[in-house]
Nanobody
Framework: QVRVVESGGGLVQAGGSLRLSCVAS????????MDWYRQAPGKQRELVAT???????NYADSVKGRFTISRDSAKNTAYLQMNSLKSEDTAVYYC???????WGQGTQVTVSS
């Protein structure tokens, strides 16, 4: 059962922006709390940003001030706005919903220097 689906990845130059979307099949997946993770080649998957049920957001130090996590409950969608992208942000980005602990299929983000 597919619960969350990511989109919005692509190729962008360093300094550019992308917005990732995560559409959930049920509103509870968005409202309960969502995370964005990423995994670069040869590296472990790492937590990038979280948004709790109360709307509190937290970020990895490496993306603070550049990335913003948000959600639109009416659209059952969470977002990750990524600005001032760097080559080290290149990775597959995954959406994770905390209600059922499920993952999306991932979306590739490639930042060229």
């Amino acid at each position: 059962q597919v619960r969350v689906v990511e989109s919005g990845g692509g190729l962008v130059q360093a300094g550019g922006s992308l917005r990732l979307s995560c559409v959930a099949s049920r509103s509870i997946y968005i409202s309960y709390g969502m995370d964005w993770y990423r995994q670069a080649p040869g590296k472990q998957r790492e937590l990038v940003a979280t948004i709790t049920s109360s709307g509190t957001s937290n970020y990895a130090d490496s993306v603070k001030g550049r990335f913003t996590i948000s959600r639109d409950s009416a659209k059952n969608t969470a977002y990750l706005q990524m600005n001032s992208l760097k080559s080290e942000d290149t990775a597959v980005y995954y959406c994770h919903e905390n209600w059922g602990n499920s993952w999306g299929q991932g979306t590739q983000v490639t930042v060229s220097s």
